[in-house]
């Protein structure tokens, strides 16, 4: 059933656009005015409470090949993913909130039951990402609720904002004039777009860093994102039949739904 469901979710999907920047090297030339930058950096990120959109995936993930639809809302705490199939029911639904998550599988009648988003994500994406850190890579502004330590300028063009936690921001000033974040750093990811101006990012990169720098490296095209103020109602209930059977999370991480067979 799993090898059937994968498959599903593939045809008719597109690959993603390949998202390289190349960034400035070197440690740059400390911001004078590091104020006006974080500010600059602020304003690229579009302040949404709650968004759904379409999410392309391709690329590589954990060392596997992948490729996919995933039906996004998410906000600061919480989400609902559905990875789509081109017909009948979805591969997998997933909906966390704080301390709750829930993986169905309804092509295997199958559940897996949790307190971490990010657990579940991992286990059936390969991907720990929490709702809030999510919001903030579909917004735009690549962390999640960072604070500004000190940056640097490269040229006329590049600067860099660093944050707490050993994180980075990346702003590139377009021809209109105006620094958007156009990458983001942390521990474990390194986030650049595809976007013109203080508007959605049309394509996303997330690649590993580190020792996962070669195993991670996946494409993501953003379709019909929509701003709300809240996720809809009712958008976190799953609703699991009757005599459905509980998996482990361990068990999904060994045939995650998106690889390609």
Avoid: K, N
Wanted: proline share 7%.
């Amino acid at each position: 059933m799993r090898g059937v469901a994968a498959i599903a979710l593939l045809i008719g999907v597109g690959c993603a656009p390949a998202v390289r920047l190349a960034l400035p090297d070197g440690p740059g030339t400390p911001l004078v005015d590091l104020p006006a930058i974080e500010a600059d950096a602020r304003r690229s990120c579009l302040p949404h409470a709650a968004v759904t959109a379409d999410l392309r995936l391709s690329g590589r993930i954990d060392g596997d090949r992948v490729r996919g639809t995933l039906q996004v809302g998410v906000a600061r705490e919480a989400m609902r993913l559905e990875g789509l199939a081109p017909f009948g029911a979805p591969v997998f639904v997933l909906a966390a909130r704080p301390e709750r998550a829930l993986l169905f599988l309804p092509r295997e009648s199958a559940v897996v039951r949790g307190t971490s988003a990010s657990e579940l994500l991992d286990a059936v994406v390969g991907v720990a990402l929490t709702p809030a850190d999510l919001l903030a890579i579909v917004t735009g502004c690549g962390v999640a609720d960072w604070q500004v330590r000190g940056g640097a300028t490269f040229g006329e063009v590049w600067a860099r904002l660093d944050l707490d936690a050993g994180r980075a921001l990346w702003l590139r000033r377009g021809t209109d004039g105006v620094p958007v974040v156009m990458a983001a750093t942390d521990a474990h990811w390194r986030i650049e777009y595809t976007r013109t101006g203080l508007t959605w990012p049309t394509a996303i990169r997330l690649q590993g860093v580190g020792a996962a720098a070669r195993r991670t490296d996946a494409r993501l095209v953003l379709d019909a994102p929509d701003a709300l103020p809240e996720l809809p109602e009712g958008a976190l209930h799953v609703e699991v039949p009757e005599g459905t059977r509980e998996v482990a999370a361990s068990e999904l991480r060994t045939r995650r739904t998106l690889v390609e067979r």
